[in-house]
């Protein structure tokens, strides 16, 4: 089964980093998908998640929460954080350019103690 998970998110993933604009419609089931699948699949997943929404964000939240939830998620993990750092710049980019909103998302500590 999770073979045919991986196949099944494996041609999200690349239907996504095609085409970021079929992100939307392919966001519950890829979602669905990444938490089943893991790894870095899953990863390339999120990441076209998020540059889908930078690219049409819904509100002026989505792009920092997103991303936010992403380094959370990873924040472990150097090899995995280090991939999303450009992802970072590039919002902080557009936010000074005025072509994406500034917006400053307040998270909570998620850390295991």
Known sequence: MIRDATAKLTALVERGEADLACV???RSAGDA???DVGGDLALRWRICVVKSVIANPPDGDAVRELYGELVDRYRDDPARLALLRPIGDEIRKLEAEGTLPSAMVARSD????
Request: cysteine-free.
């Open 33 to 35: 998908l990444a938490l």
């Open 24 to 26: 939307v419609a392919l």
């Open 110 to 113: 998620r850390r295991k103690r």
